[in-house]
């Protein structure tokens, strides 16, 4: 088994809300560090792509929560 702080829990989705319910799940389960990619389908202003991370942040309390995006 892996130490927690060692692993990195994607929770990246379709939604914000569906990210956040990834976030809080994987914060229940004792994740620590957590990897998110907005819903890569859909171009985003950049204001939008940062409320989504803002909430995912919001969702993990605390723990660490990781963006990556491909700009494309």
């Known amino acids: 088994m ?7 829990i994607h929770v990246g989705a379709a939604t914000a809300r569906q990210a956040e319910g ?3 799940r994987a914060v229940e389960h004792g994740a620590t ?6 819903p890569f389908f859909q171009p985003a202003p950049e ?5 989504y991370y803002t909430r ?3 969702a993990a309390g605390g ?6 995006l491909f700009e494309a």
Not at 63 to 68: E, I, N, Q
Request: no cysteine; net charge negative.
């Open 33 to 38: 560090r957590m990897a998110a990619i907005t």
């Open 2 to 8: 892996f130490p927690a702080d060692s692993v990195y």
């Open 63 to 68: 723990a660490d929560v990781f963006a990556y």
């Open 56 to 58: 995912l942040v919001d």
């Open 47 to 51: 204001q939008q792509v940062v409320e």
């Open 22 to 24: 990834l976030v809080r």
